[in-house]
């Protein structure tokens, strides 16, 4: 999910250790690891040792290119660090702008400083640091502001952040349509086959909505027609993130979409501003219920599944998914997941190509 969450505080008041009670260790980037992965521990001279921060400019180097990395597959990250400047918390910002991440701070600078200083002592020595070191940090606090933007939460507030499953009952059906790559005229004749698209009826679509097809503006326009409709919701596909690089006149990775559609939206003079915020409503994930039975609609999947729902449910285990495969073909029952009878209500749905 496209959540970062920036942890803030100083040494020793406790960060490392809440990431690992809440089961966030596998999703966050720590530049204490990074230093470590740089430079063996260094003797100090009263024989104790300590995590050096003489190459600090390649640790920050290599810790915003794994984020960065990151941001461009959309995975929940979490940013083990002080971030005690403003000018460190913009420059996530910048980036949560341009890979549209909702960006958290989890504040830990009320825990009071002689508590810190009292937590600094039990650390093990090599992450222990002189209480200087803490009266600083505590005094860039008090004069570095968190910046507008970025939604602050205590420690204790972790579930505030997580998905909400919405309510799809009240729709006599929903649709789900999946991989239609620029082909207008097929995706037409669904709608057409089904009477029209009905107010009454949910619309989710999955993504790939270009490529390979021969009607991706067709596609296109279609899209950006129904994208403000309520019951209409519109999924991300791996093929998307080359809209986006081209609405922001950037350079794409993939070959197909930068020597056939790229001139095909070219030619039709699709605004880039409309791409941009016709991309602006792609969602990754759709959680809803429906009468009795809960859902989770994704285009090839989450590679952080559990970031997705509520802390509570984050050992969620599903008893099966409904895989569709392309976008008008036969169901194929597929038991990626464990069956627990538990939560034998819920069904999880992948779209991808083949």
């Known amino acids: 999910m ?92 910048e980036l949560c702008t341009a890979y549209r991440y909702r960006i958290y701070c989890v504040d830990f600078t009320d825990i009071p400083m002689e508590e810190v200083k009292i937590r600094n002592a039990k650390r093990e020595p090599l992450k222990r640091v002189s209480e200087h070191v803490i009266e600083r940090m505590y005094a860039r606090f008090a004069t570095q502001k968190i910046p507008s933007g970025v939604k602050v939460i205590k420690p204790d507030e ?40 009905k107010e009454d009826e949910m619309y989710i679509f999955t993504g790939d909505y270009i490529d390979r097809g021969i009607e991706n503006v067709e596609v296109i326009e279609f899209l950006m027609s129904i994208k403000n409709k309520k019951n209409v919701l519109m999924l991300e596909g791996n093929h998307e993130r080359w809209l986006w690089t081209y609405a922001n006149d950037m350079t794409g990775g993939s070959r197909e979409f930068e020597t056939v559609t790229k001139h095909v939206l070219d030619d039709a003079n699709i605004s880039k501003k409309e791409l941009r915020q016709l991309y602006r409503k792609f969602g990754q994930c759709a959680y809803y219920k429906y009468g009795s039975r809960i859902f989770l609609v994704t285009h090839a999947g989450l590679s952080t599944i559990y970031a997705i729902f509520r802390y509570k449910y984050k050992k969620l285990l599903v008893n099966y998914i409904q895989h569709y495969i392309g976008i008008f073909r036969e169901i194929r029952s597929s038991f990626y997941i464990k069956v627990v009878d538990e939560w034998k209500n819920y069904a999880i749905i992948f779209f991808s190509a083949i």
């Open 158 to 197: 972790l579930d505030t952040i997580w998905l909400e499953m919405v309510d799809f009952s009240h729709y006599k059906k929903v649709h789900h349509i999946g991989d239609i790559h620029g082909c207008y005229t097929v995706l037409q004749k669904y709608f057409s086959d089904c009477g029209g698209m």
């Open 2 to 93: 496209r959540i970062l969450l920036l942890l803030r505080g100083s040494a020793g008041c406790g960060k490392t250790t809440w990431i690992e009670q809440m089961g966030l260790k596998g999703y966050a980037l720590s530049a204490d690891d990074i230093r470590l992965l740089c430079q063996s521990p260094v003797m100090q001279v009263d024989g104790t040792e300590s995590i050096s921060q003489s190459n600090d400019s390649v640790v920050w180097k290599i810790l915003f290119q794994l984020l960065e990395l990151r941001m461009q597959k959309g995975e929940f990250t979490v940013i083990d660090a002080t971030n005690s400047k403003t000018s460190e918390i913009n420059r996530y910002k």
